[in-house]
Nanobody
Framework: QVQLVESGGGSVQAGGSLRLSCAAS????????MAWFRQTPGKEREGVAQ???????AYADSAKGRFTVSKDNAKKTLYLQMNSLKPEDSGRYYC???????????????????WGQGTQVTVSS
């Protein structure tokens, strides 16, 4: 079992930046994929950025060049640095973890077992 707690959401104007954090209850440095997903009303939850234990990453096309996923294994924390934010980036952002996982060919995965409660991001124009 892994408990995940997100923080760092808020309201920001278009063009601004936010850094989301996800604190894990246990060490996820080995054989885990960690991920950020976004959900907006009326839409399916979509993968935004993911990273595995080898440091391989995967990004949604909408996030490439603007968002950076990283992790601090010593702090058991996953981050999402979001720059040049757009109104369409608004939504509830969820952190997720999957054990015995590896990212291949920078393809986003959608099979995550552990989820946080989410943090809201609102970008105004």
């Amino acid at each position: 079992q892994v408990q995940l707690v997100e923080s760092g959401g808020g309201s920001v104007q278009a063009g601004g930046s936010l850094r989301l954090s996800c604190a894990a209850s246990k060490d996820t440095s080995n054989n885990y994929c960690m991920a950020w997903f976004r959900q907006t009303p009326g839409k399916e939850r979509e993968g935004v950025a993911q990273i595995d234990s080898d440091g391989n990453t995967a990004y949604a096309d909408s996030a490439k060049g603007r968002f950076t996923v990283s992790k601090d294994n010593a702090k058991k924390t996953l981050y999402l640095q979001m720059n040049s934010l757009k109104p369409e980036d608004s939504g509830r952002y969820y952190c997720a973890a999957e054990p015995w996982c590896q990212l291949l060919l920078s393809v986003l995965r959608d099979d995550f077992t552990y989820w946080g409660q989410g943090t809201q991001v609102t970008v105004s124009s």
